[in-house]
């Protein structure tokens, strides 16, 4: 399954080409983000794919998973700067996160399941006009990424990659692919794909924290800038969360392929999603097009190989969600190849040992609600979740090692 020695060469080359330098931040200094992944680590030296490396990171279902107490005290930061709105995540129904006695268009709430969209300056749902936004979730999947980052390369074409974290976990061969490539920017779905807006703050940390260290990890020390909620679920409680502990933009969408349900759903096919694709690439510019789509299948990926000749032939400008509102796509780094500064921060699980002195983190709101990832996203399948299928109970041995005082919150 791992092919240790092409890993560890990859790994090798990468860590040579990417880390060296240093320069100006893109992030305030002062910024949450930024002091988070300070931490320096020590002892990384497992290869990327082996058993010890994934040991650093979560295996199974997150729920109640250990978090490095450096997160939580970001957390209660925010929470005590009044960031944080104390609001209960969501309840799901029906395959619906619903708020009962609530609005979710409210502006307490805002869902963007129910299509209200939150501020314009962190969160954004339409192109700039003219421009395609090119991004692909769910990845790296063995199936069927390597076939799209091959045509991307061949095409000098830049897209956004929102990863799940447990997928890199498995194809951390496919996630280093994506990233030497320099035209590819690597954001942040979640940990297992859950509804975002039905966890606890807690957990909300948990799985935005963990895919940040893991990319992190693989790519030089850059800390991705950019997320996608799995289904697009996000609420007021959750924006604040990704955008003021973890620095985040957020990019939901304004076209949906549906292409997740080719070979899932009846009636949804390959060509279905080619159809729409372009049809809407023959439509209007303003706003310009951010399509939901998915690595997630080789007909997903097909389908927009198949449609990219009518983008180029309608003179689009088609970019990756950085290019496109020209903001960097890392929060320490520009791009894959321009130098990163000091958040470069080897901090593997194994080393974030929370010091004994350490505030105690506020309490996160405690209303869990389903218990993430394998069962939260039942409606949606396995497939479309792309992490949950493994149903690993395994222990978080290593990690667990490190539980602290914090996880009493649990
Ligand atoms: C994906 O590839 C693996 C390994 O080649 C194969 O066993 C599996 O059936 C494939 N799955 C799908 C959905 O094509
Ligand atoms: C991609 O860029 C390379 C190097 O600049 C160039 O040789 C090649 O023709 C480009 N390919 C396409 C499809 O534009
Ligand atoms: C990455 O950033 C550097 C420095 O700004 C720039 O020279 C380079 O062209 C960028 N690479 C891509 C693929 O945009
Ligand atoms: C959190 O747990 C405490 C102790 O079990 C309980 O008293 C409190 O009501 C819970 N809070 C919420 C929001 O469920």
């Known amino acids: 399954m791992f092919r240790a020695t092409a890993f560890i ?27 988070l992944f300070k931490r ?15 040991a650093k990171y979560p295996q199974g279902p997150i729920a109640g998973t250990p978090v490095p107490a450096a997160w939580l005290t970001a957390y209660d930061n925010a929470v005590k700067a009044g960031k944080i709105p104390q609001l209960a995540p969501s309840v799901m129904e029906n395959g619906n996160p619903t708020y009962p006695g609530m609005d979710p268009m409210s502006p307490e709430i805002r869902s963007a399941t129910y299509q209200a969209r939150g501020d314009d300056t962190i969160e954004k749902w339409d192109a700039p006009a003219n421009t395609v936004v090119v991004s692909f979730d769910d990845g790296p999947i063995a199936n069927s990424s390597a076939t799209l980052y091959d045509f991307l390369q061949t095409n000098n074409q830049s897209a956004t990659h929102f990863f799940i974290g447990s997928n890199i976990l498995e194809n951390s061969d496919l996630a280093m692919q994506a990233f030497a490539d320099p035209n590819q920017q690597i954001g942040v779905h979640t940990w297992t794909h859950p509804y975002l807006t039905s966890l606890s703050d807690h957990d909300v940390v948990v799985e935005l ?9 693989l790519t030089g020390g850059r800390v991705p800038s950019a997320m996608r909620p799995p289904y697009g679920d ?5 924006r604040a969360i990704a955008a003021h502990v973890f620095g985040k933009t957020i990019y939901i969408w304004n076209f949906d392929t549906d292409d997740w349900k080719i070979g899932e759903v009846e009636g949804v096919t390959q060509d279905g999603c ?46 990756n969600a950085g290019n496109a509102y020209d903001k960097p796509w890392y929060l320490n780094s520009v791009n ?6 000091s958040l470069d921060v080897a901090a593997p699980a194994s080393s974030i040992v929370p010091s004994p002195t350490a505030a105690a983190p506020a309490t996160p709101s405690n209303a869990t609600s389903t218990k993430t990832g394998a069962t939260a996203s039942a409606t949606h399948g ?16 290593a990690i667990a090692a490190f539980a602290c005082a914090a996880f009493a919150l649990l």
Do not use: C
């Open 234 to 238: 996000i609420d007021e409680r959750v």
């Open 336 to 341: 894959n190849t321009a130098p990163v500064i």
């Open 9 to 35: 060469l990859l790994a090798a080359s990468l860590a040579a080409s990417a880390v060296v330098s240093s320069g100006a931040p893109y992030h305030p200094e002062d910024h949450p983000a930024v002091a």
């Open 40 to 54: 320096q680590g020590s002892g990384a030296t497992a290869p990327v794919g082996s058993p010890e490396w994934k």
């Open 209 to 217: 924290g963990w895919t940040m260290q893991i990319i992190h990890d």
């Open 382 to 397: 396995t497939t479309h979740n792309g992490a949950a299928g493994n149903g690993v109970s395994a222990s978080f041995g």
């Open 274 to 319: 080619y159809q729409k694709l372009i049809q809407w690439y023959g439509g209007a510019q303003n706003p310009g097009l951010m399509i939901l789509e998915h690595e997630l299948s080789q007909g997903s990926v097909q389908a927009f190989i198949d449609s990219y000749p009518t983008l180029k032939q309608h003179n689009w400008i088609a970019k």
